[in-house]
């Protein structure tokens, strides 16, 4: 027999004013709730599988492009191919501003499958873009006699349709990003509730490597078709799983609440209890709402500790994104394409490097909980700066062992997974007041998909900048050194992002929001009660 059910009391945390889903021995999970996560990581995992699309179904090197690669078949410039690679970042950004009223109105359930159907969507339309150069062409009937950037054929429409088939991936992705991970986390209970977090990031990390290992054995066309098959399974199982709890009891759907609660947890959880502790939360959240209604937002956010908030989760997301990350995953097999240029040596290479990225990735994962944030992520960047020395030094000078290169990109992925990627979103959600983080959060989200844009488009525009690019003519030597200046640039903007790790970063770690504000404001708390009170 089961245990008789604890009393279960919702309780407000009284230092940042929010109701907190409380835990008792007897809230522990069903296997209900592990099978309803899995459909929910379709949208994360195709996230991460589009950001690395673009490294293997591109030609590795611009002097030996491949006859089945998108670059190759539809006649692209690296101009072409960053906007391809980059385009789905600001359409990104729109999807993640625009999704939250159809989400908070129909559903996080409904969210997910919008995102699988859109993304299914754009991988058809991906896939059906007419061929301009056929593999089966010949060389004699190329302009040029080859295959290259120089090949000069009309290729508008194609650009346009694939162009728009990122948009629609794009748009995806944020529904992925408000959707997903918080779906995941109002499904777990509090103690699983990190963990659970966690599954968001490597399925993530999951997909960027799947890309990669997929593109090992096949071109786009068969990358493609994978996708499609991942997104048709996550849009079948959407209908399947349950909806959110915290949502149904939001609408006033107690029942159907209730209903999705017993699947989730086991015979002896109090799942009543539950239910008053979801009404207090929600109760404590329409309160929060209507005092910033009768205030305002902008007040709210001009004040010192909000702005000052503000300020360093604008920050966070600039060292995230300005060490060139997203370049990276983007174009990893053009990277290291300057080292092996003939054959899939560069893409098998980037592929085990993301693969002992997501093994890291998991791992750093329980760090988190136990080192102090800012020391870890001055950690990571200190990496990374490493890393990029590492890479320059060969760019700089390619009669130095290629094996500098290898180890730098195993490295700047292995630091930034220790903690510039995590760590950055982690944050983000501890510095900001409850009345103010939609708002706030929404701010530095934007400014993240416009910063990975920025990064995934300019690699190109810096490349030809410091003497390199598409005209064969540019040597080899010439390119690399290119490519070098590129890192130092990189490598520069993490010393940048070490230095506000180390002055601007308040430490969070085990800090209620009230200790945080007090930090920032340069304060400490007014008796010893009052740091007894925080955890």
Request: some cysteine.
């Amino acid at each position: 027999m089961g245990r008789k059910p604890q009393p279960h009391t919702p309780l407000v945390d009284e230092e940042d004013g929010q109701s907190v889903h409380t835990q008792h021995p007897d809230e522990t999970p069903s296997w209900g709730m592990y099978v309803s996560v899995l459909p929910a990581l379709s949208g994360p995992f195709l996230f991460g599988y589009c950001l690395g699309f673009t490294s293997p179904a591109f030609s590795s090197n611009k002097h030996h492009w491949d006859a089945d690669k998108l670059d190759s078949m539809m006649s692209l410039t690296s101009d072409q191919i960053t906007w391809f690679g980059s385009v789905i970042a600001l359409a990104a950004g729109v999807g993640s501003l625009v999704c939250g009223w159809p989400v908070d109105r129909f559903g996080k359930k409904m969210g997910m499958l919008t995102a699988n159907l859109l993304m299914l969507v754009g991988f058809v339309v991906l896939i059906a873009t007419p061929v301009v150069v056929p593999k089966s062409m010949p060389d004699s009937e190329i302009p040029g006699g080859h295959r290259g950037p120089s090949m000069g054929f009309d290729n508008t429409k194609q650009v346009v349709q694939l162009c728009g088939a990122r948009v629609i991936m794009g748009l995806a992705n944020g529904f992925v990003c408000v959707t997903s991970a918080a779906y995941m986390s109002e499904l777990a209970t509090l103690k699983l509730r990190g963990v659970l977090g966690a599954f968001f990031q490597n399925a993530v990390v999951g997909g960027i490597v799947s890309s990669y290992l997929v593109g090992m054995f096949t071109n786009w066309q068969g990358m493609s078709y994978f996708a499609i098959g991942v997104a048709v399974m996550g849009l079948l199982t959407s209908f399947i799983i349950p909806e959110s709890p915290q949502w149904l009891v939001s609408k006033g759907r107690d029942a159907e609440a209730e209903q999705s609660l017993r699947r989730m947890r086991s015979s002896d959880t109090d799942i009543k209890g539950l239910l008053d502790t979801l009404r207090a939360q929600v109760e404590v959240r329409r309160q929060s709402e209507a005092d910033v209604a009768r205030g305002s937002l902008m007040t709210e956010l001009c004040q010192a500790p909000r702005g000052k908030a503000l300020l360093i989760g604008v920050g966070l997301m600039a060292t995230a994104q300005l060490n060139g990350i997203s370049a990276v995953a983007a174009y990893a097999s053009q990277i290291l394409g300057q080292v092996w240029p003939t054959g899939n040596t560069a893409n098998s290479f980037a592929f085990y490097g993301q693969l002992i990225k997501l093994t890291v990735t998991v791992f750093a994962s329980s760090l988190m909980a136990k080192f102090p944030r800012r020391y870890m992520l001055a950690g990571s960047l200190s990496g990374m700066i490493v890393s990029c020395t590492l890479m320059c030094l060969y760019f700089f000078d390619d009669s130095l062992p290629a094996a500098l290169v290898m180890v730098g990109y195993v490295g700047y992925l292995v630091s930034f997974a220790m903690g510039t990627g995590a760590l950055s979103w982690l944050m983000l959600g501890e510095i900001f007041h409850p009345n103010v983080r939609a708002t706030a959060s929404s701010i530095c989200t934007a400014w993240n998909w416009l910063l990975t844009f920025y990064i995934s488009k300019t690699i190109s525009v810096y490349r030809s900048a410091f003497g390199g690019g598409d005209d064969p003519s540019i040597s080899q030597h010439d390119d690399n050194r290119a490519i070098g200046y590129v890192f130092v640039m990189y490598g520069g903007c993490a010393c940048l992002g070490l230095i506000f790790a180390l002055t601007c970063l308040p430490e969070t770690l085990g800090k209620s929001y009230r200790r945080i504000e007090r930090d920032l404001l340069g304060r400490a708390l007014d008796t010893p009660a009052d740091d007894a009170l925080a955890p």
